[in-house]
């Protein structure tokens, strides 16, 4: 069974500070999706990490895929208040109908 | 405008009642997926279809059923609610060719009493 951890849980930091969020998985996979959900309101896909060692950034937040190790991270340059949301990851777990399994989220709150 | 609709966007329900939510997509996507959301425990796939015809069990099937009569629609059965059901529920679509990305609707916010 696979299996979607991430830490952390909560995260409050400052405004310019940097900061990563990590995503640890149970079994071989080579697709990684992160998606941001403010509250109250839908998913937002990310980022699609798709191969070992994929890097993609979008404004000041950068996604990795580590497929070896079994670990993505999204990391955070210099914060901003914008940012404040849950941030999920979620693997495809290679089965018959690319199911989706999902972190916990992480709440991130950036303050002024 | 293209994407995902999905109705009711919220409702009370009492327990035993049976309860249809209801998914839509107009991006002719093959793949739809059912999704519930609880508090600390991330989003569970319920059920999935990857085309047209075909529906499959995803990890938390058990009260619900769905069908995929056509591209567009995806049902959600409640045949009998249960308050363990009480969950925000979300529906997502995606191409099985050429991207990998599943696209959400915006949920359906379900309180079963």
């Known amino acids: 069974e696979l299996k979607v951890e991430q830490n952390p849980l909560f995260l409050s930091m400052q405004e310019g500070k940097n900061y990563t969020i990590y995503c640890n998985y149970s079994t071989t996979s080579d697709r990684l999706y992160w998606y941001r959900q403010d509250p109250g309101k839908s998913l937002e896909s990310l980022f699609v990490l798709l191969s070992n060692g994929a890097v993609k950034q979008e404004g000041r937040l950068m996604a990795s895929l580590d497929t070896k190790a079994r670990l993505s991270t999204l990391h955070i340059t210099a914060a901003v208040h914008d940012l404040s949301a849950t941030y999920f990851c979620?693997?495809?777990?290679?089965?018959?109908?690319?199911?989706?399994?999902f972190g916990g989220g992480t709440r991130l709150m950036v303050k002024p | 405008i293209a994407g995902i609709t999905q109705a009711p966007t919220s409702q009370i329900l009492a327990a035993g009642r049976r309860m249809t939510l209801r998914c839509t997509q107009d991006?002719?996507?093959?793949?739809m997926y059912w999704y519930r959301q609880d508090l600390g425990l991330g989003l569970r796939l319920i059920h999935y279809s990857n085309t047209a015809g075909t529906t499959g069990k995803g990890e938390v099937p058990d009260g619900y059923s769905v069908s995929r009569a056509n591209t567009d629609d995806f049902p959600l059965t409640l045949a009998s609610a249960v308050p363990s059901q009480t969950s925000v529920y979300f529906c997502a679509s995606r191409k099985t060719s050429g991207s990998y990305t599943q696209y959400f609707g915006p949920g359906t916010r379900l309180t079963v009493l």
């Open positions: 979620a693997v495809d777990g290679g089965n018959a109908g690319n199911m989706l399994t």
């Open positions: 991006m002719r996507h093959n793949a």
